[in-house]
């Protein structure tokens, strides 16, 4: 069983629409949770992270970390043609970055105009 | 904000041949930097962790004398593949950490690094 499970999609959704994107892991001593935004060939930018269970929100972006479910989700609402893009999200046991983080595939998010 | 850059953003070379790649932090010191490998549709797999002055920590399955690190200074890491082969092909990704900045220690990527082994 893979540490992190993610889908990979395709998803696509029209503009406007809100888009949930979620991932599983496995691992109980993951603590802090972020979410990546990858273009084609490029790194991934640093969208959000939460620590621990709970949501946290950043303008048209949601994070929920559901930690007795093991479940993470992040939301878009209002989505725009330039929210295409791979999502990602990653994880890690420490905050203080002493360790790497492991990421889910990325799922590939289509917003048809 | 933090940036991180990569040099070269892609190369092509030869079977047998070693490869370096440059990751450096431009406005902030780095004394932790991470480097991943991400094949097509896959996930980014962490392969080491370089520490300034010390040597690199590699991941389970990461043969560290092919893929050599080097962490000259706080702004410097250099992945070396050496005796490069086609199944090295991948995107290399590095990120450095800026520690002490709220609940976490941010990682920045650097914008990635297409190597293709002919």
């Known amino acids: 069983q893979k540490e992190v499970e993610q889908d990979p999609g395709p998803l696509s959704v029209p503009e406007g629409a809100i888009v949930s994107l979620n991932c599983t892991y496995s691992?109980?001593?993951?603590?802090?949770f972020m979410w990546y935004r990858q273009y084609s060939r490029k790194g991934p930018e640093l969208l959000m992270y939460?620590?621990?269970?709970g949501n946290k929100e950043d303008g048209r972006f949601t994070a929920q970390v559901d930690k007795s479910s093991k479940y993470i989700s992040l939301f878009i609402r209002d989505s725009q043609p330039s929210d295409s893009a791979t999502y990602l999200c990653a994880m890690s046991e420490t905050g203080g970055g002493a360790d790497g983080l492991t990421f889910g595939k990325g799922t590939h998010l289509i917003i048809q105009p | 904000g933090a940036v991180v850059s990569q040099h070269p953003s892609r190369v092509i070379c030869k079977s047998g041949t070693s490869v370096k790649i440059e990751c450096r932090s431009l406005d902030f010191q780095a004394t932790t930097m991470f480097w991943y490998r991400q094949f097509p549709k896959q996930s980014l797999m962490l392969m080491a962790t370089?520490?300034?002055?010390?040597?690199?920590?590699?991941e389970q399955g990461v043969e560290k004398d092919k893929f050599l690190i080097n962490h000259a200074s706080l702004t410097l890491s250099t992945l070396t593949v050496t005796s490069a082969h086609p199944e090295d092909s991948s995107f290399y990704i590095c990120s450095a950490r800026i520690p002490g900045q709220g609940v976490i220690d941010t990682q920045y990527f650097g914008p990635g690094t297409r190597l293709t082994v002919l």
């Open positions: 370089s520490n300034e002055g010390s040597k690199a920590t590699y």
């Open positions: 939460t620590y621990s269970s």
């Open positions: 691992n109980s001593a993951f603590q802090y």
